[in-house]
């Protein structure tokens, strides 16, 4: 316990509302004594410690690492979140605080060992129903956006926006994950070589600061603190409301695959389909790609059963087979013309003749297609790598990561192998997250559930790929990085450092917020 060791034996709940009552009292003599009593008393009323609370708050949705809190806030208020980082920052050894989404992380990100957790699930209540609010623009819908509670699930944005024919631009394959969680990242999925990260499609923020301070900033209002957080892993600020891009939405959806079983093709047929990226016909809406390496059987469901035989001798044929994932929207409005449009986006591809496969689906249904069923905690330990890569080296990673090293251990676990491009000109770089400097890179995640028996032979194999990286030069940047050592966030971070160190040292100069990471801790 080496940040309470002063405290020996003293619960760290006695020790905040010592300081709330020191608190109390010194700002009922400057006036305010009914804001003071009451923010002060909810935050006390509030605190948790019961083992069972502080048992969830240490695990997240890796299951491999385990810190324990010695509180967790559920808020009632927002105020409450700015009261407690107040609090720490009044002592001359603050305690950390960590904000807790829907818990996807898999590294320990949103974990805060002897601090505190503020669980914001719990500000659902104090929206009273209000946690997604749409606007519309009835003259350009361009121009409609949503106003989002931090702790909302993007499944809810989805459904409150498709009520006014209305829907945001970008995804991630998990609809299941929070808003605020999500944009401290970045937020990657099939739609981000067109519309960029949903980092990229944020007009405005509610942010309090690590110094209790609760700041609304846009790319023309407090900027530093609005691209600092975009991406900003949560080191300068929780996230208590976004404004969110929204589009027209479609209701129908022409979703595709397409079976490779050479890479170099594969590789240029994503790269031309993403050239293609504007507000019209003549470009897919997503793509994406995976692998498939003796037949992960949660990818399998696409395909038509009597089919399978036919694909598993393809892939015994050539070990490894690459599907290209595509999807065009359509509506009513277009359906007459879907047909000829995806044909004509198709021609010339280089994808085994006769392995096209198409099913239309409903909007909101392509949508939760991809992702892990269901919320909660999976079944078992998630050994997880995702990674940028620049788009001249993919096919090292092909040869030296995809061939050399995944299939030559044939480990067998269910899981999947993403890898699909994006154009680095959809993304802001005054945003914080690092990202390779080549004008195509690709996302490469590997994401394998594994047991606790295997689990370490997985995490080997991850550190394997990175190491390979390394040697090789290829200019990885981590996605969701579980870097171990100062040193190696610098590395990470590159040019953008210095002013990261500096955005830390301005909005939480105490290093309180999000201790998880392992930046500045």
Excluded at 10 to 38: G, Q, R
Excluded at 112 to 139: P, Q
Excluded at 247 to 268: E, I, N, Q
Excluded at 269 to 277: A, F, K, M, R, V
Aim: aromatic content about 10%.
């Amino acid at each position: 316990m080496a940040r309470f060791s002063i405290l020996e034996n003293v619960s760290l709940i006695l020790l905040i509302n010592l300081v709330i009552l020191m608190l109390t009292n010194a700002i009922i003599t400057t006036h305010h004594p009914c804001s003071a009593f009451h923010a002060s008393t909810e935050i006390s009323n509030n605190l948790v410690c019961d083992n069972v609370t502080l048992t969830l708050a240490s695990t997240d949705f890796g299951l491999t690492i385990h810190e324990k809190p010695l509180a967790v806030l559920e808020p009632t208020s927002i105020t409450e979140i700015s009261e407690l980082i107040k609090v720490s920052n009044s002592l001359s050894t603050p305690f950390t605080i960590a904000a807790r989404g829907q818990a996807h992380s898999v590294h320990g990100q949103a974990m805060a060992r002897e601090g505190i957790v503020v669980n914001m699930t719990h500000l659902n209540g104090y929206r009273h129903g209000k946690g997604v609010v749409i606007f519309r623009d009835e003259k350009d819908p361009w121009n409609s956006y949503a106003d989002v509670g931090g702790e909302q699930v993007w499944s809810d944005v989805l459904n409150a926006a498709l009520e006014y024919g209305l829907t945001p631009l970008s995804w991630t394959d998990n609809l299941f994950t929070s808003v605020g969680g999500t944009l401290v990242n970045a937020g990657v999925g099939g739609q981000t070589f067109k519309f960029g990260p949903q980092i990229a499609n944020v007009y405005e923020l509610d942010v309090i600061t690590g110094k209790g301070v609760l700041v609304t900033c846009s790319a023309k209002r407090k900027s530093k603190l609005f691209y600092g957080v975009l991406g900003g892993l949560g080191q300068f600020g929780i996230i208590t409301r976004a404004r969110i891009a929204l589009g027209p939405a479609y209701t129908k959806v022409k979703s595709l695959r397409l079976l490779y079983s050479d890479f170099s093709a594969y590789s240029k047929d994503q790269e031309y389909l993403i050239s293609l990226n504007g507000r019209n016909d003549n470009a897919f809406d997503a793509v994406e790609g995976f692998l498939m390496i003796n037949q992960w059987p949660n990818i399998i469901s696409f395909f038509p059963t009597q089919d399978l035989p036919r694909i598993n001798s393809l892939l015994a044929q050539h070990n490894i087979l690459y599907v290209l994932e595509l999807a065009k929207y359509y509506d009513n409005s277009t359906q007459d013309q879907i047909d000829q449009d995806v044909e004509r986006l198709v021609t010339g591809l280089k994808y085994v003749p006769t392995f096209k496969y198409e099913k239309d689906v409903l909007y909101q249904n392509f949508l939760h297609s991809s992702e892990n069923p269901g919320q909660g905690l999976p079944g078992g330990p998630q050994s997880w790598l995702d990674i940028f890569v620049p788009g001249s080296r993919i096919s090292d990673i092909n040869e030296g990561v995809f061939n050399n090293i995944i299939f030559k251990q044939n480990l067998t676990a269910n899981g999947i192998i993403l890898a699909f491009p994006m154009n680095r000109t959809k993304w802001n770089d005054k945003m914080s997250v690092a990202i390779p400097d080549e004008q195509v890179f690709y996302l490469v995640s590997v994401l394998q559930e594994a047991t606790y028996d295997t689990l370490k032979t997985f995490d080997e194999q991850k550190n394997q790929i990175l190491e390979f990286c390394k040697d090789s030069g290829i200019g990885i940047k981590q996605y969701l990085p579980r870097n171990k050592t100062h040193e190696e966030w610098i590395q990470h971070f590159g040019s953008k450092w210095q002013n990261f160190k500096d955005t830390k040292n301005k909005f939480d100069p105490k290093r309180i917020l999000a201790p998880g990471q392992g930046i500045f801790n």
